[in-house]
């Protein structure tokens, strides 16, 4: 639902969020975090361990508020953006309930926020064909893989139609093999329904190989020290791991991250 | 079925094997048939007591399936006002531990003081006796829910009550269950401490009488009869586990 003219999916201004406890010393998790994502962009956060990429994803969610700055999603605060529906999260947990079928897990977002019409049972055979998961819907979780498991997980992120989707490590507790797979797989299925993309990951080659943006974070405190644009043509395949481009793009990326990270 | 009968024909060979030893033991004179009658006897008057003993099995049934039922039911819905309210939790859980503690055969007196001699203080007994595992493990089960799931669906802006229907309750199952299948096994306790203490019917009673008359065949079949009835409420427990939770019947079935 793009009604206004903003070509801002996602704007984020001088975000500061401070872990505070009484028998702690303060933490600084986000100190002055700018970031803006375009409609229909994939941007993707790489950054060392502890540098608040999760705390940003809690913050972007409206689980956690800031002490300071800006945050809108579909030119919304993330609690009416979320009351509204307008973005969804994958996790690196698969974060399935156990106790329901695939098709019951898809339709989880849509059962606690509205009512099921026929375009979500239309949608749902869409998604399901999209990740190749047809003769599984009433499976239960346990019974798939884990690649297929997150597959679910990221169907069920794209049931309720949001314009902006979070992705948390969604593929950092599988072998590389699947990653790669997976990696293919989501390219497409973002290719075809496009919604902004917030990936967060540790792997660098997977950032250049999804991402329209790459921005690297540092630690203590966490904010971004750098964009990097990713201009391969798309639809992007395996092979381009090999090219020249995108190796010089990955060197770069991890000097960058050498660079802000304090060891 | 199939699988069931299976995996429980070794217990049933032990026990009949067991039941066998027993007879041989008492009849070659190793065990005074004053102390066991054997079982071939037991089983004699037991059939020939049969309906004087369904009589008084039902009106025990009765109060321990009704104070199993009362027990549990209670606990689950405190444990549920506990997980929506915890300050009640911090009131209330403290006493119920506190309470526990009190032995049952202490209580019984004074229900039966404030309940008059029928059946309601056993069940009050046996609802006591079944509710406080539930209540431990349904808190518990309640409260330790994936924190990962809590961001899911408040992410997917669900309310409390869905929450708690569509992800505490279930998430709770497999804890609770084991809570039931004690509360199950243990509620018969209830009620024939209760009869113990003062009754004119029920198992309990029954026992009582026949070892004062020196009955000692009839107490026998009393004692197992009543053992019966409490395995077959906990079968009952089991079986609607095994139907209520079809995911993790397919988790065990890819275990073995």
Known sequence: MPTEKNPFSIQVEDLDFTYSSPDRPKIDALLGMNLSVRDEEFVSLVGPSGCGKTTFLKLLCGLISPDKGKIRIKGLPPLEARQNGRFSVVFQ??????WRTVEENIFLPIELHS????????????????????????????ELSGGMQQKVA??????????????????GALDLITRGKLNLELQRIWGKIKPSVVFITHSI??????????????????????????NFERPRSLEIFQESDFISLETNVSKELGNSSIL | ??????????????IIFFVFFLEIL???????????PTPSKIFIVWWTE??????????????????????????????????????????????????????????????????????????????????????????????EVDPTLLDLFTIFNADWVQILFK?????SLPLLFSALRIASANCFIGAIIGEWISADSGIGYWILIKMYQNKIESMYAGVISSSLAAMALFSFVALTEYFLMPWERKIQSKGS
Do not use: W
């Not at chain 1, 099921?116 to 979780?141: A, C, I, R, W």
């Not at chain 2, 009849?27 to 102390?35: H, L, P, T």
């Open chain 1, 93 to 98: 947990s698969t974060a399935l309930l156990e």
């Open chain 1, 205 to 230: 080659r997977e950032a250049c190989f999804l991402s329209d943006k790459i921005a690297v974070m540092s630690t203590s405190p966490g904010r971004i020290t750098k964009i990097f644009d990713v």
């Open chain 2, 50 to 143: 049969k309906n004087l003993i369904f009589k008084h099995l039902f009106v025990t049934s009765g109060e321990a399936i009704g104070g199993f039922f009362l027990g549990s039911i209670t606990a689950i819905i405190f444990a549920s006002v506990f997980s929506r309210y915890p300050v009640f939790e911090k009131a209330v859980l403290p006493l119920a531990i506190l309470f526990q503690t009190i032995p049952i055969v202490v209580i019984s007196p004074i229900l039966i003081v404030s309940f008059g001699n029928g059946m309601s203080p056993k069940i009050v007994v046996s609802a006591l006796i079944a509710f406080f595992p539930v209540l431990v493990n349904m808190t518990k089960g309640l409260k």
């Open chain 1, 115 to 142: 009512e099921l019409k026929t375009e979500h049972q239309v949608l749902f055979k869409d998604l399901m064909k999209m990740v190749g998961l047809e003769d599984f819907s009433n499976s239960y979780p346990h």
């Open chain 2, 26 to 36: 008492v009849r070659f004179g190793y065990i005074s048939a004053f102390i066991l």
């Open chain 2, 167 to 171: 992800l505490r309750f279930p998430s």
């Open chain 2, 1 to 14: 079925m199939k699988r069931f009968i299976q995996e429980n024909s070794y217990s049933l060979l032990t």
């Open chain 1, 154 to 171: 990221i169907a069920r992120s794209l049931i309720n139609q949001p314009s902006a989707l979070f992705m948390d490590e969604p593929f």
